[in-house]
């Protein structure tokens, strides 16, 4: 049988591989225009979706898109930025302005392809009336802090927005806009993907109140006056500026687990999709997956080994501690302390865009003798999680992942492999 580490790796490797831009591009796209084509978007995966779709339209365009600091790829027509990720920086809101300019003055003839990824929340931060960038950094990082759900974060972040909750799309008017999305959000909703610049948003200002109230958020004055005032409002399903806009999400968490699956299939090993969508603190996701496995292992349910138990979405992390992060390699570690040294249970958890957190380390590996490597190395593993310390921890043992950037993002990815 193959190796589990190997095996494990050619099965993240395969749901990347299923989220590339070249690979999903090709089939969405719409019938040439009459007036101009004009391509926007934002995202770690905007480069490269903006260097498939100019590879195979067959007419004129031009245009402008946004992605993250290392991720440009180079494009003829299509002009390509760069900004700050997860925290918004000044290089964002230019290119974010610069967007606004490529889509004035169009008109009913013209077309905007919208390549939108995950990430282009950060990469977008247009402040809202009375909103600084400064404070937008601030709310931005006790969001990342806060222990809140992506959903969560992109309903503030898009009340406190002069781009995103369809914003940009309104700005498109009267032209037609088709969105391209590879979602890295669980549910796959499209006005959670970079928090929706050109789709409608149900959510209200009242919402994003309750929830910077949930998790204690110190928002500044001008902040909370415009969320409180409704004047942070975003468009709403039904608006007559959003009639022309579709939206077809080109890639999906769901279609990198399954790509996992026909990896593990073909190595003789039968794949068990826990679910796209799985949320929650990450150390607590982790012992739940370990809980799985250890069944898998001492009474062959839900189903005998061999088999690798695959799931996705997006945990969080409410920070407490001093270490390197991320949400990845700290539901890792905790899947480690709770299966023990457990005889035969490998695994596999990374961020499918190559960064878990703020470091350029995708995740990390498992097997049953990390606890004891660690230990002899004079860590203590409960330390390390305590301290929210995963990269720390696994870099030290030699078991990080590291891909480099991936150009693509459909969100977490855990693999548990019970032999």
């Known amino acids: 049988m193959t190796e589990p580490r190997d095996l494990l790796t050619r099965m ?10 070249e690979h999903c591009i090709p089939a969405f796209l719409p019938t040439p225009p009459k007036g101009r084509t004009i391509v926007i978007g934002a995202g770690k995966a905007s480069a490269a979706m903006a260097q498939a779709f ?10 402008v898109v946004v992605t993250r600091y290392g991720y440009a790829v180079p494009c003829q027509r299509i002009e390509i930025l760069e900004a700050a990720h997860p925290v918004p920086d000044e290089a964002g809101e230019h290119a974010a302005l610069r967007l606004f300019d490529q889509v004035r003055g169009l008109t009913a003839d013209d077309l905007v392809i919208c390549l939108i990824s995950g990430g282009g929340s950060s990469l977008l931060p247009v402040p809202g009336p009375g909103v600084t960038l400064t404070d937008k950094q601030a709310i931005n990082r006790a969001l990342l802090k806060s222990g809140a759900t992506i959903s969560e974060m992109n309903c503030v972040r898009r009340h406190l927005s002069g781009i995103k909750g369809g914003r940009l799309a309104a700005a498109c008017a009267p032209a037609r806009v088709v969105n391209l999305l590879i979602s890295d959000v669980p549910g796959d909703q499209p006005g959670d993907i970079a928090s929706g610049p050109t789709v409608a948003d149900p959510s209200t200002c009242a919402d994003a109140l309750e929830i910077a109230h949930r998790y204690g958020l110190d928002l500044p004055a001008g902040a909370r006056r415009l969320l409180e005032s409704g004047d942070g409002e975003t468009l709403k399903p039904g608006d007559p500026r959003l009639a022309r806009v579709e939206t077809h999400l080109i890639a999906t968490p769901q279609m990198a687990l399954e790509a996992a699956a026909a990896v593990a299939r073909d190595a003789g090993i039968a794949p068990v999709l826990l679910g796209d969508r799985i949320e929650g603190e990450a150390r607590e996701v982790g012992k739940v997956l370990a809980g799985i496995a250890l069944q898998v292992r001492a009474h062959g349910q839900p189903i005998p080994a061999p088999c690798v138990l695959l799931s996705g979405g997006e945990t969080t992390v409410t920070v407490r501690g001093q ?5 990845n390699v700290e539901c890792l570690l905790s899947t480690a302390i709770a299966l023990d040294g457990a005889d035969g249970i490998h695994a596999l958890a990374g961020d499918t865009d190559g960064v878990d957190g703020q470091e350029e380390i995708a995740g990390a590996l498992i097997a049953p003798d990390t606890l004891a490597r660690a230990w002899a190395t004079g860590m203590t593993p409960r330390a390390h999680l305590d301290d929210n310390d995963g990269h720390g921890f696994f870099e030290r043992l030699g078991d990080s992942l590291i891909t480099g950037p991936t150009l693509t993002n459909v969100n977490d990815f855990r693999a548990i492999l019970v032999l």
């Open 12 to 21: 993240f490797h395969a749901a990347v591989r299923a989220a590339q831009p």
């Open 54 to 63: 100019e590879r195979h339209w067959p007419g004129p365009l031009e245009g």
């Open 323 to 327: 270490g390197r992060g991320g949400r």
